[in-house]
């Protein structure tokens, strides 16, 4: 059995920092391509990241310059580094995993195999 389980989720204050992780068990990622998404009550999923077999990596356009997502295949592990958090980054983060991809669909949340339960985040005062 596949399972994907975030961390890392908590309140923080606008400006400050947290660090997201997705511990995989059941199956070896190394090989798929891994993304972050998030979602807020009453909107479509959203995403945030990905990074790639080869480690090259894709942000959307608002996180771009203050998330960082890495991941480290030995320890079947996906991160997301969240900098300067805003208020409007308060969602579930869920991590996700696709073994067949291309360029064109990795914003998109059905092109992804498995998916974790998500974490919560919320920036706020």
């Known amino acids: 059995q596949v399972q994907l389980i975030e961390s890392g989720g908590g309140l923080v204050q606008p400006g400050n920092s947290l660090r997201l992780s997705c511990q995989a068990s059941?199956?070896?990622?190394?090989?798929?391509?891994t993304a972050w998404f998030r979602q807020t009550p009453g909107k479509e999923r959203e995403f945030v990241a990905t990074?790639?077999?080869?480690?090259?990596?894709i942000y959307g356009d608002a996180v771009k310059g203050r998330f960082t997502i890495t991941r480290d295949n030995a320890k079947n592990t996906l991160y997301l580094e969240m900098n300067n958090l805003k208020p409007e980054d308060t969602a579930v983060y869920y991590c996700a995993t696709a073994s067949r991809i291309i360029l064109s669909s990795v914003r998109l949340p059905s092109q992804y195999d498995y998916w974790g339960q998500g974490t919560q985040v919320t920036v706020s005062w």
């Open positions: 990074i790639f077999r080869n480690t090259n990596t």
């Open positions: 059941g199956r070896a990622f190394n090989r798929d391509t």
